[in-house]
């Protein structure tokens, strides 16, 4: 297979806004927040806390453990979608910070997706490529594009960044499979616009301004049955059971996403990482830092097959298989 993590590192900012703290901000409490969507606290970006430096301190941590320097990195993709300049990306940041001056870098915008078809982009280059490293970051600061008024959107998301490192090596670990899709026709239900371009009669009659707009029961179906579609057309294609599977890591969204994906699919909670009462959605940053998570607690171990599924605007969703 080859394309093999060998490294990972995660990067949250300081600054952790509770329940309680929002019962402040908008009519709704702590007890609703949990039992709805079973986040308790979430973590906000402040000065210095950039999408680009939280990736970089991720990238940092993620090099650090694969024992590879800024040189030898070839290519850097960061998904996200709340960079700080629309041009030059996030990713071309990262290189500068991390002095990567061989490197070429580009942003990849998936939503909460974006890790997921990130690392399908960073496998295949690296079968093709077998001498080159790559990095691949999920980093988020959606706090800054959240409506703080809105209490159907301000309690589910949380900033934060996630990287792996990517390396070619002649075994059977690394990234088995892959299954994404994507589905422009229903962005109504889940967008956030920036543009100036952004003609505003597409967006009436609810135009949120620059902030996220979504129907949250409607997403919520969908990710449900789309997670579990992804899920299972890779696991058939791939001809893994779920008994193989050692642990799945899922985007956190929502822990009643989850709960009823685990269902569905037939796979134990013991088996399920879930981080969502601490950071909340993350969006692209939220399997790798999950990852990183389950990582350095000893959860991974070499041989092990972890499931990894994911399902945001756009919509995006899909699902991947790797050997630890
Ligand atoms: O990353 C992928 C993108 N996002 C997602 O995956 C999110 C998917 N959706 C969800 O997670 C859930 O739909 C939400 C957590 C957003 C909402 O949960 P829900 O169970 O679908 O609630 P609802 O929208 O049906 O609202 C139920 C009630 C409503 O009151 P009424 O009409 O029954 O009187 C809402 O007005 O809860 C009310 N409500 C709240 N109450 C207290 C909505 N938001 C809040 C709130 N606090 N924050």
């Not at 950071?279 to 097959?305: F, H, M, V």
């Amino acid at each position: 297979m080859g394309a093999v993590i060998i490294g990972t590192g995660s990067c949250l900012p300081k600054r952790v806004l509770s329940n309680h703290d929002l019962e402040k901000m908008v009519e709704t409490n702590d007890e609703w927040i949990r039992s709805r969507t079973g986040i308790s606290t979430r973590r906000i970006s402040g000065a210095g806390e950039e999408t680009y430096r939280l990736a970089t301190s991720a990238a940092r941590k993620a090099m650090e453990m694969a024992q590879v320097t800024a040189d030898e990195i070839d290519l850097i993709i960061v998904a996200t979608m709340t960079s700080h300049m629309v041009m030059p990306s996030c990713a071309c940041f990262v290189q500068k910070e991390i002095g990567a001056n061989n490197a070429f870098a580009w942003d990849l915008n998936a939503a909460c997706s974006g890790f997921l078809y990130s690392l399908d982009t960073a496998a295949k280059h690296v079968l093709v490529d077998q001498d080159k490293t790559i990095l691949v970051i999920g980093a988020e600061t959606l706090s800054s594009r959240t409506n703080w008024e809105d209490r159907n959107t301000c309690i589910l998301f949380g900033d934060g960044a996630g990287a792996a490192v990517f390396r070619y090596e002649d075994n059977d670990r690394g990234v088995i499979g892959t299954q994404l899709f994507s589905d422009g026709s229903l962005w109504k239900l889940l967008y956030l616009h920036s543009s100036p371009s952004c003609n505003p009669e597409i967006l009436q009659p609810d135009n949120p301004g620059p902030y996220m707009l979504m129907a949250g029961q409607e997403v919520f179906k969908h990710a449900v049955r789309a997670m579990e579609k992804a899920v299972k057309k890779l696991l058939e294609k791939e001809n893994v059971s779920v008994d193989d599977i050692s642990l799945m890591i899922p985007h956190q969204a929502n822990i009643r996403i989850l709960k009823k994906l685990m269902s569905r699919l037939g796979i134990s909670q013991e088996k399920v990482f879930i981080n969502v009462q601490k950071y909340g959605n993350t969006s692209a940053a939220s399997i790798p830092i999950a990852l990183d998570e389950a990582n350095r607690e000893g959860l991974l171990k070499k041989g092990d097959i972890v499931l990894l599924c994911s399902f945001g605007g756009g919509f995006t969703w899909g699902a991947g298989l790797l050997k630890w």
